[in-house]
């Protein structure tokens, strides 16, 4: 099928309240530009200096999403443009893009990456972590980024139990985290669901899912 063909298949089982985030990492432009012609305009990128030569060469109503790791020296170049940060862990980063967000006289929507996989990964917070993070007298002063919400990735499983666990772990913490709301602290939205998971992140109460591979086929690290 084609990419256009992906897509609407893709949008067409989507209830309205869910965004999806076409992630075109290692894709040519010539591909995005055809997601862009089927009328998507939210895409996601895992590297800096991919998003802006993307961004570089395409239409500028187009959301980029910073979807993978931020490296806190590269925060300068998405810092002008960046609709959303998905992978934010920890103050330090978040001092980085509240600094280069304050530069570029914007506030920059981040959402805070959360550990629910039961495998080791490097990247995302506990959920304590998180909670003294938002609650921390160094969140309060920074006024140039905003958290709206949540980001969570699964264990890389066949065992659809485990990941509905995981999924509604990130939903419930969600929940209990509305009641902290603050000046840059909005939770409205919660990313989580890829091309192999996103109808049951969906049942589980994802508002953004973040597919790749069903839209623009498998991709070659070459
Ligand atoms: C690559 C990537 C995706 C998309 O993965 P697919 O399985 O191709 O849909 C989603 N989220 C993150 C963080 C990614 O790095």
């Known amino acids: ?50 998003m802006v030569e993307k961004y570089e060469q395409m239409p500028k109503d187009i959301e980029w999403h910073m979807i993978g790791h931020v490296q806190s020296n590269k925060v300068k170049y998405m810092a002008p443009f960046v609709r959303l940060i998905h992978g934010v862990d920890n103050i330090k980063l978040l001092k980085e893009i509240n600094k280069e967000a304050l530069k570029n006289n914007r506030i920059i929507d981040c959402l805070l990456q959360i550990k629910i996989a039961e495998e080791d990964t490097k990247f995302g917070m506990t959920i304590t972590e998180a909670q003294e993070l938002i609650k921390s007298k160094a969140f309060s002063e920074l006024k140039n980024i905003r958290i709206v919400g949540l980001m969570g990735m699964a264990t890389f499983t066949e065992k659809l139990d485990q990941i509905k666990k995981e999924f509604t772990l990130l939903k419930t913490t969600f929940d209990s985290f509305k009641t902290i709301e603050s000046f840059n602290f909005k939770p409205e939205t919660i990313s989580m669901g890829m091309s192999g998971d996103y109808q049951l992140a969906i049942e589980c109460g994802s508002t953004m899912i973040r597919v790749g591979s069903s839209i623009f086929g498998e991709r070659n690290y070459n």
């Open 1 to 50: 099928m084609s990419i256009k063909e992906n897509l609407n298949h893709i949008k067409s089982e989507l209830p309205p309240h869910v965004t999806l985030v076409a992630v075109s990492k290692t894709k040519p432009v010539s591909d995005l530009m055809e997601a862009y012609h089927a009328g998507q305009r939210v895409f996601g990128e895992n590297k800096i200096q991919e």
